[in-house]
């Protein structure tokens, strides 16, 4: 049982953490009493089903939309964000699930797009010495700052937009499926830039939908279901506890799959429905 595990606390300092976290549209509660703690040197994966809130939570914290109720502190203090710009001057980033770069833009623009540096006459050279500066840190495999953004694949895309994220020196920064729309080789890159974003102290929460990248990275993961907390998980969960606490049921038609793929007795194809 995963639970009889000894854990290691985490060591980094307490970045966010919610309290009773609810968001009502209208009819719909979209959250209900939600809690969740990030550490600074953390990767905290947030998992759940379509619906679940995952989005929702994620645009509370950026700032987008205000909790119906409930707290948050941050780095130790209760705040309130009324926009975007007051979780960006908190420390607070995010890489939503689109991206939002420019198409026809450069690396550097990109970068820099709604921070550029003396913007009446543009610091060219010192915005592409600090966009060199943010990749190479990531250790990011980009081929010319000076690129389009067009021509440069998904893997390279995210990385953009991952370095964009961390120019304002954020101490949290939220990746919405970072992962999605890759191949096996670039989702490695990506998830190797999600560690390397950790191992510089940052607090970093993941959204994903593929288990087998929220293992990968994650040091702790935490469950929504219908809006609610529905269980903290770690890398050596079972993909069985994992499913149930995604979609509240033990018997269900990806558990049942996962077992009938690992009974020794029979061949794959005997084993098919
Ligand atoms: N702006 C909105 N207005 C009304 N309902 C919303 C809005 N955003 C999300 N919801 C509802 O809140 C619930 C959670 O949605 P969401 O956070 O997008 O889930 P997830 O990202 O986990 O798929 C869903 O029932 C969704 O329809
Ligand atoms: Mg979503």
């Known amino acids: 049982m995963a ?45 759940g089903d379509n619906g679940a809130g995952k989005s929702t939570l994620v645009k509370v914290l950026a700032g987008v939309h205000a909790p119906t109720s409930g707290t948050m502190t941050f780095r130790g203090k209760p705040v309130t964000l009324a926009g975007p710009n007051d979780a960006l001057a908190l420390g607070i980033a995010t890489v939503f699930q689109d991206l939002a770069l420019c198409e026809n833009l450069d690396v550097v623009a990109n970068i820099f797009l709604g921070e550029e540096l003396n913007p009446y006459a543009l610091d060219e050279v010192a915005m592409e010495i600090r966009s060199w500066k943010l990749l190479n840190e990531l250790s990011a495999r980009i081929p010319s700052v000076r690129e389009p953004i067009a021509s440069l694949s998904g893997g390279q895309r995210q990385t953009v937009a991952i370095a964009r994220s961390l120019l304002l020196d954020p101490k949290l920064i939220m990746l919405d499926e970072p992962t999605a729309a890759l191949g096996v080789a670039q989702t490695a890159e990506v998830l190797n830039l999600i560690e390397r974003v950790r191992d510089k102290g940052l607090g970093v929460i993941m959204i994903s939908h593929n288990m087998e990248d ?52 029979g061949t794959e194809a005997e084993m098919r429905p």
């Not at 290691?8 to 209900?32: D, H, I, N, Q, W």
């Open 214 to 265: 929220v293992r990968a990275v994650a040091d702790r993961i935490a469950v929504l279901r219908l809006g609610r907390n529905n269980g903290i998980f770690y890398p050596d969960s079972s993909n069985q506890e994992l499913v149930s606490a995604i979609t509240g049921a033990s018997d269900n038609a990806v558990s049942r799959r996962h077992e009938r793929r690992q009974t020794p007795h």
């Open 3 to 47: 639970d009889a595990v000894e854990r290691k606390p985490p060591s980094g300092e307490l970045v966010l953490s919610l309290r009773k976290v609810c968001k009502v549209f209208g009819a719909v509660s979209a959250l209900t009493d939600v809690d969740l703690d990030v550490h600074a040197g953390e990767v905290v994966a947030l998992v």
